[in-house]
């Protein structure tokens, strides 16, 4: 069955530091997204993307968080300058373009900032 | 505010037994549900959804109810398995759109199978 899948699995990054989290949505998923769950809290939304360009974002999706597409396969979360509340799991999904498709979640980089 | 939460934080079951966990939405506009399964160390893997138009929607042992009256959701897991112990969310989306449908999550039910 396809995946979404994501590397790295885990990401140690300073303060202050440029991280970039990677992800290979589903073939032929159209829809892209980002979310992050901190320890023990629940999954939130940071992102959506389609068609090549932003479709929606959060409150916590600020400046300092960029998403690209940079290929046919990738899909990218960077955080310019990160901070240590950035510390969470960050989740790749995607889904299909027909109808009300679920989305489809990678495993996650867990992202460590000391 | 959450749009979306769970009644309980952990539910022990026994092997065998039907399990039903509960959600409660708050935005009467959302119109689309999912049920989701995290296992330690693993990102949410889709169970189930059902669209607002429905009340119930059944699986592979699973079953969703929507009470869009007083807006609460429920996933049913008959004759549960050890393999069934997870962290269980729901999901909510609110149409906004031009692809807008970022998911807003409850907390999370802890299901413990005891043998």
């Known amino acids: 069955e396809p995946e979404v899948t994501q590397t790295p699995s885990h990401q140690v990054t300073q303060m202050g530091q440029e991280v970039i989290l990677r992800c290979v949505p589903i073939?032929?998923?159209?829809?892209f997204y980002w979310y992050r769950q901190i320890l023990g809290q629940k999954v939130e939304f940071l992102v959506s993307?389609?068609?090549?360009?932003?479709?929606?974002k959060s409150e916590i999706f600020d400046d300092q968080f960029s998403v690209e597409r940079p290929d046919g396969s990738n899909f990218t979360l960077k955080i310019r300058s990160t901070k240590l509340e950035d510390s969470a799991m960050y989740f790749c999904?995607?889904?299909?373009?027909?109808?009300?498709?679920?989305?489809?979640f990678g495993d996650g980089t867990r992202l460590s900032i000391l | 505010g959450e749009s979306v939460g769970l009644h309980l934080p952990t539910l022990s079951v026994q092997e065998g037994d039907n399990s039903i966990i509960n959600c409660a939405y708050s935005?009467?506009?959302?119109?689309?549900f999912i049920w989701y399964k995290q296992e330690s160390g693993k990102g949410p893997q889709f169970i189930i959804d059902?669209?607002?138009?429905?009340d119930k929607r059944q699986g592979q042992r699973v079953t969703v109810l929507l009470n869009k009256t007083v807006k609460h959701l429920s996933l049913q897991i008959a004759a549960t398995q050890p393999g069934d112990s997870a962290v269980y969310f729901c999901?909510?989306?609110?149409?906004?759109?031009?692809?807008?449908?970022?998911?807003?999550f409850g907390k999370g039910t802890h299901l413990i199978i005891q043998p």
């Open positions: 993307f389609y068609n090549n360009e932003i479709s929606e």
């Open positions: 999901a909510d989306r609110t149409p906004a759109g031009g692809g807008a449908d970022g998911l807003t």
């Open positions: 059902i669209r607002s138009n429905m």
């Open positions: 073939s032929n998923h159209l829809y």
């Open positions: 935005n009467s506009a959302s119109d689309y």
């Open positions: 999904a995607s889904r299909g373009d027909r109808g009300n498709q679920p989305q489809h």
